[in-house]
């Protein structure tokens, strides 16, 4: 199950991501997250404590990215794992989203 702790910088909101991201946490990241990325002008989605990420997680990354370009907002990807960054990598994500995201 998906979960996040959210830390206010100075000029940003730093996400720490929890879990798995993949079809149980899209309703984690629309309901509950996204309304407060929204209100923010920089967002760093942390991935240090995502140990796997599916298919239906990466739709919904792609989703919420656009999103948050759409309103304007900056946004970073950090500390992505070795597996994740594998899958990343496979499915082309970076280029998909831009690599300037991935920090």
């Known amino acids: 199950m ?3 702790k959210t830390i206010d910088k ?7 991501l929890q879990g798995d991201l993949d079809i149980e946490g899209t309703e984690v990241i629309t309901d509950s997250l996204l309304p407060q990325l929204l209100k923010s002008q920089v967002v760093n989605l942390n991935f240090s404590e995502v140990p796997f990420v599916d298919s239906s997680g990466m739709g ?3 989703s919420l990215i ?4 759409e309103n304007n907002i900056e946004v970073t990807i950090s500390n992505i ?3 994740v960054n594998e899958v990343f990598d496979l499915l082309q994500i970076k280029e998909i989203i831009g690599n300037k995201i991935f920090i």
């Open 2 to 4: 998906l979960k996040y």
């Open 81 to 83: 794992g070795k597996d």
């Open 66 to 69: 656009d999103t948050l370009k």
């Open 60 to 62: 919904l990354l792609i």
């Open 10 to 16: 100075e000029f940003s909101l730093e996400v720490l």
